[in-house]
């Protein structure tokens, strides 16, 4: 079982909708929680921590179940611009700075 | 601004010919790291470094080497580059839990 997975996709959507990911985590000693974006041939880029109370950002919701060692990231009103795939991406206590990487998921945001 | 520099931002090599990719850093971080990207899958941990001591990936092939100079830069040496080593090869550094990444290094192998 992966340490870190996540549906592949590809979430096909059309612009206004509201879309959803999921990732689930092995590890029950995870610390920090964080959705990477990583747009084609390009590198990954912090969209935003997770936090426990859950948080939003704009858009864009983050929530986190630690008992079901469960993240989500909603996004409303998709833009063509959210094209990109989002990566689920967790620390593990004493792990120190290192993370553990999801495979990702691909959103194509339609006209 | 504050950032993370890799280059080249694209490297075509040999088969056999060994290649070395950098990465230097403004932030001042005290942690770096590689990892290599193979199209649709997640980035992969080769080695980092924590100050100046250097921890490798149980799974990171000997041809795999690192150096860090100093705390700005960071190289990443292919000794004898074969194809399944074409990748996007990305430099990171954190201080903190999350990590910030630089542009990436497109390395083709021919």
């Known amino acids: 079982r992966k340490e870190v997975e996540q549906d592949p996709g590809p979430f096909n959507v059309p612009e206004g909708a509201t879309v959803a990911f999921n990732c689930t985590y092995s590890?029950?000693?995870?610390?920090?929680f964080f959705w990477y974006r990583q747009d084609c041939r390009k590198e990954p880029k912090l969209l935003m921590s997770?936090?426990?109370s859950g948080n939003e950002d704009g858009r864009f919701t983050a929530q986190l179940n630690r008992a079901s060692q469960y993240i989500s990231l909603l996004i409303r009103d998709s833009k063509l611009s959210d094209s990109a795939t989002y990566l689920c991406?967790?620390?593990?206590?004493?792990?120190?700075?290192?993370?553990?990487f999801g495979g990702g998921t691909r959103l194509m945001v339609k006209p | 601004d504050a950032m993370v520099i890799q280059n080249p931002r694209y490297q075509v090599t040999q088969f056999g010919k060994p290649v070395t990719l950098s990465c230097s850093q403004t932030?001042?971080?005290?942690?770096m790291y590689w990892y290599q990207q193979k199209s649709s899958q997640a980035p992969k941990l080769l080695f980092h470094?924590?100050?100046?001591?250097?921890?490798n990936e149980a799974d990171t092939p000997d041809n795999f080497q690192s150096r860090r100079p100093n705390t700005s830069f960071c190289f990443l040496d292919i000794r004898s580059p074969g194809l399944g080593d074409a990748a996007m090869y990305l430099c990171?550094?954190?201080?903190?839990?999350?990590?910030?990444f630089g542009p990436g290094t497109r390395l083709t192998v021919l």
């Open positions: 997770v936090y426990s």
């Open positions: 590890n029950s000693a995870s610390q920090s």
């Open positions: 991406v967790v620390n593990m206590k004493n792990a120190g700075n290192m993370l553990t």
């Open positions: 990171a550094t954190s201080q903190t839990s999350s990590q910030f």
């Open positions: 470094y924590y100050d100046k001591d250097f921890n």
């Open positions: 932030l001042n971080h005290n942690v």
